[in-house]
C-alpha cells in the first residue's frame, strides 16, 4: 500500500480542528508529513499514544519535532486524566514516562 502524506491528501482542505494519529510508533513521520498544515496553521489538535516500546529509535526525534512546536508555534502538551479531564504536561516530563495513551498537542 503506497503511503501519502497529510500534507498530499489534505492541500485542499481549510481549517482541521482534530487529529487523532493511531499509527503504532509512526507519530514522528506523520508529523513530518503534515509540515505544510502546521506551518499554515491549519490544525487546531494532534492527539496520539506516546508509547517508547514503539517509538523505538524515532522517541527523540519526536521529542525534537515537538520540542520545535513548542518554540514555534507556542503549542502547549495535554494528557487526558482517568476523569476524562485535560492535564498541561511539560514535554520533558512526557517523555519520562514509556507509555501515554492520550498527548494532545494544541495549536
Known sequence: MKAVSFDDHLKNVGKINFIKLDIEGGEYNALLGMESLIKRRQVDVISFELNAGCLGDELVPLRDVLKSYEASYGVSLYTISAEGNTVREELEVL????????????F
Open 95 to 106: 517523555f519520562k514516562v514509556p507509555h501515554i495513551d492520550n498527548v494532545l498537542v494544541c
